[in-house]
């Protein structure tokens, strides 16, 4: 006969049994470290931070050493100036043309690119076919090369073979020289920068008039505010995020403007089209090859980027906060 203090003592095979097989394997190595999702993250982003480190933080770390050096695109003749490059950049006649250019395209640009790209994504904001179809219309120039771009505007603009000259001639107006004349030469660039990348910016502009709640327009609509009430003091306060990113973005971009440039005017005539970014390019890349005092030009635009950009980030989107 078992007793009852055997039965209460006795344990069940299938309970151990089951108490083994459920026991948790012990974690391997940095296991616990990489278990929760904000440090795991890092690994995802770890192949893009390598890229950054070796095709910008490298490079940018070797122009600010080659820019206190003097030396060539073949790294001979090499000899140490430390601070000199920058100070005959300061002297130099050229490299103040080439920013004052860059920022009278930078002043222009920037400003038409986002006001046509904000009227056009108000217009365009409905989700009906002819929207779709106009908003592709006018996005389809920014998927192109620049250069390409630049070789149609040159044929299209030239004097002899250009077709709008041509139809310029019959109302009356002889031998419009656009991109070969000093006064019209910079206007055209802009112009052309405008056509090509304003379906981008319309295209963030879109998303974020839709983002804005219909539940403002509604109300204002029963307060009698008509369209452009509503544009004025419902779409453009809710935009002022959206707005502050195209600005940023757009500005940095038009302050490396070269491949236009490059293609179409050569920086001329007269120089009056020639940005810091080309006379950086023509420094290092042309006689005498002076890689040196280029570094020390691609310095002093980093600067200018930063000292420009920062205070428009701060403003628009660290003191909101």
Known sequence: ????????????????FGRKRGKSPSPSFGGKYWNKPD?????????????????AIIPLMACLVIS??????????????????FITAFQDTRFWNALLNTVIFVLFE??????????????????????????????????CSMAAVG????????????????????????NATFFRNAKTAMPTVI??????????????????IQGISQSYYEASEIDGAGK?????????????????????????GSLQVFDQVYVTTQGGPQFKTETLVQYIYKTGF?????????????????????????????NMFINQN
């Open 110 to 143: 920037v400003p038409l690119q986002i006001v046509i790209g904000l009227l056009t994504a108000n217009a365009l904001v409905k989700t009906s076919l002819f929207n779709k179809a106009a908003r592709s219309i006018f996005f389809l120039p920014v998927v």
């Open 1 to 16: 006969m078992i007793s009852l203090n055997n039965i209460k003592t006795r344990k069940s095979p299938s309970r151990s």
């Open 286 to 314: 042309n006689q005498p090859y002076n890689l040196g005092y280029a570094c020390a030009l691609s310095v002093l635009l980093l600067v200018v980027i930063l000292a420009v950009s920062l205070p428009m980030y701060k």
């Open 191 to 208: 112009a052309m920068t405008v056509w090509k990348n304003f379906g981008y910016t319309m295209s963030i502009l879109v998303v974020g």
């Open 228 to 252: 452009t009430a509503q544009f004025f003091k419902i779409t453009l306060p809710l935009l002022k995020p959206t707005l502050g990113f195209c600005l940023i973005t757009n500005t940095i």
């Open 68 to 85: 206190l050096f003097d030396m060539n695109i073949f790294f001979t003749d090499t000899s140490f100036t430390g601070a000199r490059n």
């Open 151 to 174: 070789i149609i505007w040159s044929i299209l603009l030239d004097t002899n073979i250009g077709f709008i000259p041509y139809l310029l001639e019959q109302i009356g107006i002889h």
């Open 39 to 55: 440090r795991v993250a890092y690994l995802f982003m770890l192949p893009s931070i390598l890229v950054l480190f070796v095709f």
